[in-house]
């Protein structure tokens, strides 16, 4: 198969700084020659036999959208460590919970938009097809924090940029010039509403992230938008009737190849090596998300037993129990705000739970302490060190 006919062109742009230089404008989609299916076959069907697995749990799931809730965190947590930030989840959830001085507050503050980017872009799928317009919407929401209000937030870029390199004559990778962009955009949008190619919708994703990441349309936050995007794709599709997949830690654990590969096709039209690692990706984070899932009914499930078994059981202890479910840490004015009940009762069922192994206070403090729900905590974090 000749598949030079799906490498894109060269452009040479205007000169910068008294140099020129070339910058790249992706081929239209869908390209030709067709995918070679038969390469794919085998991992097309791994991942659809993950995912239908990952989507089948949701349903029995005591409450789904607790599990959402917190694997969105994560998420948002990976995607933004593959761009540089060294946030943890628990700084994350420490500034969600007004704690910003435990946590690194402009890494927190990033993560915490994409949460609200991802949030948002879901909601608004129910009311907009997903388009250019909605991504600008999305864009807007991911750069709303303190290092992104001067990149441009919600519009496409009028300015060139490029990838590696400190300017465009020695980069790595230079995205289409403004102009182009936009007409590389157009067909883009055409091919998220085009369903004659009957292309799996998973194959669908794995090309429009390419062809998003090679087109570059943002000044910032295009790498964590194009990670979005997939989530964004296979809701809107319905091969998920809940935003359980997230491709990050994937993505994050094997970050060179990621990025070679996005290189490889530009350079070579190879898109049937990047799919298969690309489903490869998405049938390993199904059954990572499908285990994560059913290891927190299993922790849940146990400690509930402790309590039960203790003879501490009380309205209180179970309240604050089901508060940790949903904020692995906080501190005790907030559980007390939560739960309603006084500071002496929050402090006595900290105790209990504190003695059952369940929870455990972190600080050291005499005062104003916060406490984390570890082994919760633990189940969430696995893959989300800082890189």
Request: net charge negative.
């Amino acid at each position: 198969m000749d598949k030079s006919t799906r490498v894109g062109h060269y452009f040479k742009s205007s000169v910068i700084s008294g140099e020129s230089y070339k910058s790249y404008n992706p081929v239209n989609l869908p390209f030709s020659p067709e995918l070679d299916m038969s390469q794919l076959h085998s991992c097309l069907e791994k991942a659809n036999i993950a995912i239908g697995r990952l989507d089948g749990i949701s349903t029995v799931l005591p409450d789904p959208s607790l599990f959402i809730y917190m694997y969105v965190r994560k998420e948002a947590i990976l995607s933004s460590q593959i761009e540089g930030t060294q946030s943890s989840l628990s700084d994350l959830l420490l500034f969600e919970n007004n704690s910003s001085e435990n946590a690194k507050f402009d890494d927190a503050k990033e993560v915490s938009c994409y949460v609200s980017a991802l949030n948002y872009g879901l909601e608004r799928l129910e009311e907009l097809p997903l388009s250019l317009r909605l991504l600008k919407e999305i864009h807007a929401k991911l750069m709303n924090n303190t290092r992104g209000s001067d990149k441009s937030p919600g519009e496409f870029r009028v300015s060139q940029n490029w990838i590696g390199g400190s300017r465009p004559g020695n980069a790595k990778f230079v995205p289409p010039n403004p102009e182009n962009m936009m007409k590389s955009l157009d067909n883009f949008e055409k091919f998220l509403h085009d369903d004659s190619s009957q292309l799996p919708i998973l194959i669908k994703a794995a090309i429009a992230h390419v062809q998003f990441e090679t087109i570059h349309p943002f000044l910032d936050g295009n790498g964590r938008l194009g990670r979005l995007l997939i989530t964004l794709i296979l809701c809107d599709k319905g091969i998920l009737q809940k935003p359980l997949l997230y491709l990050s830690l994937y993505l994050k654990s094997n970050r060179q190849e990621y990025y070679d590969f996005l290189q490889s096709v530009r350079e070579t039209g190879d898109w049937e090596s990047w799919i298969k690692f690309f489903l490869d990706g998405v049938a390993d984070t199904a059954v990572q998300a499908t285990d994560t899932a059913q290891n927190i009914m299993s922790l849940f499930k146990e400690d509930l037993e402790k309590i039960e078994s203790s003879g501490k059981q009380s309205v209180s202890i179970l309240a604050i129990n089901n508060y940790f479910q949903q904020n692995p840490i906080s501190e005790t004015n907030q559980i007390k705000k939560a739960c309603k009940v006084s500071l002496p009762t929050v402090l006595r069922s900290l105790e209990i739970l504190e003695k059952l192994n369940i929870i455990k206070e972190m600080t050291g403090n005499s005062r104003n302490k916060i406490f984390v729900y570890t082994k919760y905590l633990d189940i969430l974090s696995l893959g989300t060190e800082p890189l």
